[in-house]
């Protein structure tokens, strides 16, 4: 977490000039620390939920397709 000590407050990467120095104090900011947040992967329900929706627009796919074919 980037964060300057002199001015005591918490600096955000993007607030940084391209040195890596606050802007405000001029200081030096470790952002060493600084990770990208990890991404998650989505809950197996909601693959579950995917697929069930799949298959279920599928099926009224093939409805309509039937349907419309019964009209001619």
């Known amino acids: 977490m980037p964060w300057c000590d002199s001015c005591d407050e918490y600096r955000a990467p993007t607030a940084l000039d391209t040195e890596g120095k606050c802007v405000t104090c001029g200081s030096k900011v470790d952002i060493a620390d600084v990770k ?4 998650k992967k989505a ?8 697929a069930a929706l799949v298959i279920y627009l599928g099926y009224r796919l093939i409805q309509g397709i039937i349907w419309v074919v019964g009209k001619f």
């Open 43 to 50: 809950p197996w329900h909601f693959w579950v939920m995917v």
């Open 36 to 39: 990208a947040p990890a991404v």
